[in-house]
């Protein structure tokens, strides 16, 4: 059973997304909370699978909330999704920073806020297609939007390169396995293996890695 914590300001919200969410037998919402703080005091109680945070909330938002989650050793195990109504770059480059593992606007379709859950859940990243082809195109418009490259990047095999590319696109390990004919584990083996070589503690940050390093670009989804 994936146990997940709901943080919306809005009780309407919470309540839709919660009527979803239980209606599935493997989901199960332990805890609801309008703001940040009340949101964190429920992950260091309940220790959910899965904090589903709004960004803007009063108080604490949830970009503060996910860097705490993220920074409180007694919460590695949580993986944070960020709910925002609002698709700007600068909410989803914040929330990947911040800890985040996954990242969806508010319209999504219930069953990608159920797949993107349950993707979260086994420690993949997502984030919505559209979102990720605005962050894309946004970050590599920056005038000095690369860091100098890190070392690390020459351990990567040119396979863990494209594989490296794809998490930054969004793509889960079923989904990378397909795009470059592989089988779904030698797929998890490569992401796990890019981890090791770059210290990642997660996805998330092989992502920002992937921006900050110039390795994705526009159109690099389509190509």
Known sequence: MIRILLADDQRLVRAGIRGILDDEDDLTVVAEAADGHAALAACRELRPDIA???????????????????????????????????????????????????????????????????????????????????????????????????????????????????????????????HLVLSPLTAKTHVSRIMAKLGARDRSQVVVMAYEYGMVSPGWLTE
């Open 52 to 178: 589903l945070l709004d960004i803007r909330m009063p108080g604490m938002d949830g970009l503060e909330a996910a860097r705490r989650i993220a920074g409180d050793e007694r919460l590695t195990e949580v993986r944070v999704v960020m709910l925002t109504t609002f698709d700007l770059d600068e909410y989803v480059y914040g929330a990947l920073r911040a800890g985040a593992t996954g990242f969806l606007v508010k319209d999504t379709e219930p069953a990608e806020l159920l797949h993107a859950v349950r993707v979260a859940a086994r420690g993949d990243a997502l984030i919505s297609p559209s979102v990720t082809r605005r962050l894309i195109a946004e970050f590599a418009a920056r005038p000095d939007h690369t860091r100098t490259p890190d070392q690390r990047l020459s351990l990567l095999t040119r396979r863990e390169h494209e594989v490296m590319r794809l998490i930054a696109a969004g793509r889960t390990n079923d989904e990378i396995a397909a």
